[in-house]
Nanobody
Framework: QLQLVESGGGLVQAGGSLRLSCAASGRTFSSYAMGWFRRAPGSEREFVAAISGSGTNTNYTDSVKGRFTISRDNAKNTVFLQMDSLKPEDTAVYYC??????????????????WGQGTQVTVSS
């Protein structure tokens, strides 16, 4: 099993940057694909980015391509989401999640077994 704890959220002006972290417990972290999702007020949960266990493969939703970067440090059991050029529409609660495999279904929240509690990101205009 994995326990996931996000951190790094906060309030930032449009155009600014934030770096989210997700610390995982468990000895098999490197075997899990990791994803970031977000939920804005009044909206459905949305896929943001995913990364394979080795870090070789990544996937992004179109709205964040070129602005967000997902990475991981398996030695520290941590996955990151570097968010640059933030926009007000990026405002949401951001969640990290883990699933046992990285495949074409990484964008589907239902495929993830473990979830963190979320961290709030607010981008002011």
């Amino acid at each position: 099993q994995l326990q996931l704890v996000e951190s790094g959220g906060g309030l930032v002006q449009a155009g600014g940057s934030l770096r989210l972290s997700c610390a995982a417990s468990g000895r098999t972290f490197s075997s899990y694909a990791m994803g970031w999702f977000r939920r804005a007020p009044g909206s459905e949960r949305e896929f943001v980015a995913a990364i394979s266990g080795s870090g070789t493969n990544t996937n992004y939703t179109d709205s964040v391509k070129g602005r967000f970067t997902i990475s991981r440090d398996n030695a520290k059991n941590t996955v990151f989401l570097q968010m640059d050029s933030l926009k007000p529409e990026d405002t949401a609660v951001y969640y990290c999640a883990a699933r046992p495999t990285y495949n074409r279904y990484v964008r589907f929240a239902g495929q993830y077994d473990y979830w963190g509690q979320g961290t709030q990101v607010t981008v002011s205009s």
